[in-house]
């Protein structure tokens, strides 16, 4: 919240709080020129002249890697830095103020000159983009061919299951994809987009690869099931081309060839014959269960027809296993196969208006339609069909007849015969085509399996370029950006369509089909050791519970984590692996979705400040890096033994407290010295604090002046260091040591109280009656309950006021906590802004719903509230009766601290911000739970160490809760993209 030196602030920025507000010329006339970065330039925030600015959506757009500052948010130094004139510095415009909801018109792009308007790429919704793609993908000859076989020997009890055990498979994995899809902005690249952006190139790069290829491939294997059903019609009637091999080769490349026409059409007219395929397969269906409602003929009879009967479902409700793949996983392994096709919507995710929303709910849905659809033909054609049936109207006998077997001799036909020889040709178990005999107009199951076969075909027709495409243009592999250039509006990847072409034409013409057999379902986990298999073949049960004693005494060991030193391979093998991990991270770039807040936590001893411990241990636990640094300050001889000890004892500390911490200490002859060395040499390669952590220093009016500089210089030393700055203050302060001068460092004073200091340094006694090993409550331990976390997210500074709360509130201690976001905003734009707000919330997937618009945070502060500011920085007041630049800093030197009556009046309104908001703290956030605000920013050299502490000393006044002030280095740590 750095103050621009504009000539009369509040007069000529009385206005209220706007989004994006850009100043008119004469109101900007005090930052012309002035070395600030991009869209930034002298903005109107809360009605005043500051280079800060209020979250936006802009902030976010478009950016990939940490340190990217977002368009239109200052830069830290435009905040911190003195200001340089450069009379070159262009001006970059900031979006339009009076933009209805805040948000860009446009995702990318927006505002780029173009001669002319681009064409509008075609962008399906999530019915005719997903639902309809995976439906028609899921269903295929199966259905029509397979289930009513498997029915027959499964039972309809048995067939449901294999069908409820399928779609358990699929549907987690459908949610697994929904979670991935909602997780960032999803474009092209489908399936291997989806696995690199979460799991990683290495993964996503081997499996987009394959999976590519297996849809090149699938290509061929749908069109020969196409091809063989037109060969055995054309057999049927003797009308063959050459011979059925060619035939299918002749149909097959015939076929392929059409569909490549579709798909270089367009993703429009691809769709389009997706519809008609659905048409088609939803015809036959409705045709097959109108026919089994129409009475039987006798030649259908004869097949074992006899529509719904009760006792043909009882006899094929239990299962009747026949021939070598009669057994539940033989007929499971045979039906799995069409329960799968679920990601042919998320493969054409850049063609999907909203991928977040359609890939989930389009997928879900295809999973349950086509699961009933499974459900009701099984129960269906197993009430209505016979298990055998001899297909002879000579078989018909008097209901009763005299040696006449089974329940076809209650209906009149004597199937005894065949059914003992196991020689029938028709029945359930024994007739593929039993779903065209039942059906109305057999043609339309014909149909039927035209359209799943065709409708497969194509769809892997269409994803195998779209995931290669993308997977050649993030240039993994070497050869390959070829094929990664689009074509039209929608980009199409017709040099992968060709080369997914020629590969399927070659499966064609190789006269490639799949079969069983070369399959096997139980596949062995080859390398399992000899005396494993010898215990199991020996004695089973003897084994199992061996292994179960064993799997008990090593979790039992893990988790009680024995104190024990035997110098085991296991402490090389951690050291080799920690090792080999910390210098592979120096090899990749960072990236916003792996931004981790790794904490210098300035402790001081650790056990001094347990609360702060505890606060950054609570957020950091398991997730990322928190070092506690101690300043040791004396002679070094005499310090070099007492660090060494004291880093013993206090890393024992941390660990008995449960803290995963590091402890180091330096040696230095100040405490503002020391806390640089720690910021120039704490961490290791990439894991390096990015983040100051440190307590408020609650006697700053008392302490010695010289500690108020330091306090204040270590805050400018880690924003000059790009690092951000967490403050932590509570009511009864952090420090819990009960002799103070024993580990306080002298610059703030001998005499000072235990919780006044606020950053950790040691002085010179070497002796401490605190006791190392105790280990003090504080409320970071303790259950919160349903109070409220509350988050004043003022100014935009990368968005990491949000994410330290988000990390505290998922913890267990916290996670009944309901988190409110304050902002400011407008009386008569509060639901726009609000909206606005929520929305970019919404990008950011951290679960804030209750946004709270403060549109009376520009009101004049009490009197009696102004006077008490007035009253904590008289004491620090020149007084000096506005004299010169030169007269000030010689009535100012040796006391830089001290605030010039020309100061007071310059940072005026920034000052009375300061008490506004402590009023707004204390009306909204009385028994909140926790309450993180956003850090103002003094700038260095022009702000006095004792105006910028009387600031947050009257931000975070009066307050019951924990009171956390945030302020990042104004480069994003969240954000709304999967890359």
Request: with cysteine; charged share 20%; glycine share 10%.
């Amino acid at each position: 919240m750095a103050e621009l030196p504009c000539a009369e602030p509040l007069p000529r920025c009385s206005g209220r709080f706007t989004i994006s507000t850009l100043l008119g010329a004469e109101e900007a006339a005090g930052c012309e020129g002035t070395q600030l970065s991009g869209s930034s330039l002298c903005t109107r925030t809360f009605g005043y002249n500051t280079v800060d600015v209020v979250p936006a959506y802009e902030h976010y757009a478009n950016s990939r890697g940490v340190g990217e500052a977002g368009r239109g948010r200052p830069s830290l130094a435009d905040l911190h830095s003195i200001l340089k004139p450069d009379p070159g510095h262009l001006r970059v415009p900031l979006p339009d103020p009076q933009r209805s909801n805040g948000l860009p018109d446009a995702e990318e792009g927006a505002g780029e000159p173009s001669s002319a308007p681009a064409a509008e790429p075609v962008r399906f919704g999530w019915v005719k983009g997903v639902m309809i793609r995976c439906m028609l993908n899921i269903w295929g000859v199966i259905l029509y061919l397979r289930l009513p076989w498997i029915t027959a020997q499964a039972g309809i009890a048995l067939t449901w299951l294999i069908i409820l055990m399928s779609v358990t498979v699929t549907t987690i994995t459908g949610l697994s994809i929904s979670a991935i899809s909602t997780n960032g902005k999803v474009k092209s690249g489908g399936t291997y987009f989806l696995i690199s952006r979460s799991l990683g190139p290495e993964l996503g790069g081997s499996i987009g690869l394959i999976f590519a290829f297996a849809n090149a491939v699938a290509v061929a294997m749908h069109t020969v099931g196409f091809a063989e059903t037109v060969r055995d019609l054309l057999q049927e009637h003797n009308s063959l081309i050459v011979d059925p091999t060619n035939d299918i080769r002749i149909i097959g490349v015939l076929t392929v060839t059409v569909l490549l026409g579709i798909s270089l059409a367009g993703m429009e007219w691809e769709a389009k014959a997706q519809i008609l395929f659905f048409l088609v397969i939803l015809v036959s269906f409705i045709n097959y269960l109108v026919g089994t409602v129409i009475p039987a003929s006798a030649e259908k009879q004869a097949k074992g027809f006899f529509s719904y009967r009760a006792d043909i479902f009882a006899q094929n409700f239990v299962p009747d296993w026949r021939g070598p793949e009669g057994s539940f996983f033989g007929l499971f392994s045979i039906f799995f196969p069409s329960a799968t096709g679920i990601l042919a919507g998320a493969n054409i995710s850049g063609d999907l208006k909203d991928p977040a929303l359609a890939i989930p709910k389009g997928t879900l849905m295809a999973i349950f339609w086509t699961t009933v659809s499974y459900l009701v033909l099984s129960a269906t054609i197993g009430a209505c069909v016979l298990r055998d049936a001899s297909g002879s109207l000579n078989d018909s006998v008097a209901v009763g007849s005299p040696g006449c077997e089974g329940l076809g001799c209650s209906y009149g036909w004597n199937f005894t015969d065949c059914a003992q020889r196991q020689s029938c040709r028709y029945g359930l178990s024994n007739y593929y085509q039993s779903m065209s005999m039942v059906s109305g107009f057999g043609p339309l199951i014909t149909a039927g399996i035209f359209g799943a076969t065709l409708s497969s075909a194509l769809a892997c027709l269409v994803s195998a370029p779209k995931v290669f495409q993308c997977l050649c243009k993030d240039q993994l592999y070497p050869l390959i950006g070829f094929f990664g250039k689009g074509y039209g509006k929608n980009s199409e990847p017709i040099r992968g369509y060709m080369l997914t072409y020629a590969i399927a034409i070659g499966f064609i013409l190789i006269g490639w089909r799949p079969s069983f057999r070369y399959y096997s379902k139980w596949a062995a986990l080859f390398g399992a050791t000899i005396s494993v298999v010898i215990m199991f073949l020996l004695t089973w049960w003897a084994a199992l519970i061996a292994l179960g004693i064993v799997i008990f005494l090593l979790g039992y060991v893990l988790y009680k984590k024995p104190d024990v030193n035997w110098g085991s391979s296991m402490q090389a093998s951690s050291y080799n692996l920690a090792l080999s991990y910390s210098v592979g991270l120096s090899e990749v770039d960072e990236h916003i979705k792996n931004y981790r807040p790794q904490c210098l936590v300035l402790t001081g001893p650790p056990n001094f400040r347990p609360a702060l411990v505890d606060f950054v241990g609570t957020f950091t636990k398991n997730l990322s890096l928190m070092i506690c640094g101690n300043v040791l300050i004396g002679p070094s001889k005499q310090k070099v033994l007492e660090a060494r000890q004291a880093s013993d004892g206090h890393t024992r500390w941390l660990l008995k407290r449960k803290i995963k911490a590091f402890y180091t200490n330096v040696l230095a002859e100040d405490l503002r010295s020391g806390v640089q060395m720690l910021l120039q040499a704490a961490g290791l390669g990439k894991m390096r604090p990015n983040i100051v952590t440190l307590g408020y220093k609650r006697d700053w009016q008392a302490a010695a002046p010289q500690s108020l500089e330091d306090y204040v210089g270590i805050l400018h030393d880690a924003f000059d260091f790009k690092h951000g700055v967490c403050l932590l203050r509570l009511r009864e302060g952090l420090n819990v040591s009960r002799v103070p001068q024993a580990h306080i460092n002298p610059a703030f004073g001998a005499a000072e109280h235990p919780d006044g200091n606020g950053a950790g340094g040691r002085a010179a006694p070497s002796t401490s009656i605190a006791d190392p090993e105790q280990q003090a409550s504080t409320i970071f331990q303790s259950q919160q309950g349903k109070k409220t976390i509350d988050i004043y997210w003022l100014f935009d500074d990368g968005g990491l006021t949000l994410l330290i709360p988000y990390l505290l509130g998922r913890k267990k201690r916290w996670g009944k906590c309901k988190v409110r976001v304050f902002v400011g905003g407008q009386i008569n734009r509060m639901d726009e802004e609000r909206k606005a707000i929520v929305s970019l919330l919404s990008k950011f997937r951290l679960g804030f719903h209750e946004v709270h618009i403060l549109p009376d945070i520009n009101q004049q502060p009490r009197p009696e509230h102004i006077r008490r500011f007035d009253e904590l920085i008289a004491p620090f007041r020149l007084n000096d009766g506005f004299k010169d630049e030169a007269a000030v800093n010689e009535l100012r030197h040796g006391c830089p601290w001290k605030i010039s009556d020309e100061e007071v009046h310059r940072h005026r309104a920034k000052s009375l911000r300061q008490v506004r908001l402590n009023e707004i703290l204390l009306d909204y956030s009385r028994d909140a739970a926790l309450i993180a605000i956003t850090l103002p920013i003094g700038r260095k050299e022009r702000c006095p160490s004792s105006l910028y502490m009387a600031w947050l000393e009257t931000l975070s006044q009066d307050l019951r809760p924990p009171v956390i002030l945030i302020r990042g280095n104004q480069e994003n740590v969240l954000t709304f993209y999967c890359q």
